[in-house]
């Protein structure tokens, strides 16, 4: 069982930054995947970005690439995501979630934070 606690969210105006962190209460296995996604109001939750654990391999959701950035701290079992130029559309509840297998962007998650709200305003 991993718990998983995110922070960092908040208010900022668009263009803004913010960096979102992940705590893990354990450290994910070589072969886990620890990933983002976000959920707007009314809408379904998405894919943001995803890391591997072990090899700190990235990927991204096209909406995002080139702004956002994943990474992991292995000492603090720590994931963050920083995220830059951001638009109003990226408004939404955030949540980091871990992977024990399958395909990193579409597959099934297994382990889920509460989600921290980041809005951005104009």
């Known amino acids: 069982q991993v718990q998983l606690v995110e922070s960092g969210g908040g208010l900022v105006q668009a263009g803004g930054s913010l960096r979102l962190s992940c705590a893990a209460s354990?450290?994910?296995?070589?072969?886990?995947?620890i990933g983002w996604f976000r959920q707007a109001l009314g809408k379904e939750r998405e894919f943001v970005a995803a890391i591997t654990w072990r090899t700190g391999r990235t990927t991204y959701a096209d909406s995002v690439k080139d702004r956002f950035t994943i990474s992991r701290d292995n000492a603090k079992i720590m994931v963050y995501l920083q995220m830059q130029s951001l638009k109003l559309e990226d408004t939404a509840v955030y949540y980091c979630?871990?992977?024990?297998?399958?395909?990193?962007?579409?597959?099934?998650?297994?382990?889920w934070g509460q989600g921290t709200q980041v809005t951005v305003s104009s």
């Open positions: 979630a871990v992977q024990l297998a399958g395909d990193w962007r579409t597959g099934t998650y297994d382990y």
């Open positions: 354990a450290r994910p296995f070589n072969s886990n995947v």
